[in-house]
């Protein structure tokens, strides 16, 4: 019912910034909130920012608080993740994740996902 396209990811020197941007496609008046999730080799999938839809709800990982910001255009049902003071510890796949608006919360476990994106990869060297 919902497809979540993501793009942006590459690869940066440490210090360095990225923005991820994902785009939802399909019945986008379902999603309450919109977020991101990462995953690398030998970790759990662990969330790392949330939006709420309707209104400036958000939720950070404490790993990645102070260094990511959330960002939504709901005009063009896109959220954003602007990646700075990147270390080679960010080093991950990441994935966009939609809910299906059936409570008003944010996203912040794998169990709140009804819909993921295909992934892009973020690789940071030091």
């Known amino acids: 019912q919902v497809q979540l396209v993501e793009s942006g990811g590459g690869s940066v020197q440490a210090g360095g910034s990225l923005r991820l941007s994902c785009t939802a496609f399909g019945y986008t008046y379902s999603i309450n909130s919109m977020g991101w999730f990462r995953q690398a080799p030998g970790k759990e999938r662990e969330g790392i920012a949330s939006i709420y839809r309707g209104g400036l709800r958000t939720f950070y990982g404490d790993s990645v608080k102070g260094r990511f910001t959330i960002s939504q255009d709901n005009a063009k049902d896109t959220v954003y993740l602007q990646m700075n003071s990147l270390k080679p510890e960010d080093t991950a796949m990441y994935y966009c994740?939609?809910?299906?608006?059936?409570?008003?919360?944010?996203?912040?476990?794998?169990?709140?996902?009804?819909?993921w994106g295909q992934g892009t990869q973020v690789t940071v060297s030091s």
């Open positions: 994740a939609a809910d299906s608006g059936g409570k008003l919360s944010l996203i912040t476990r794998s169990e709140d996902v009804r819909y």
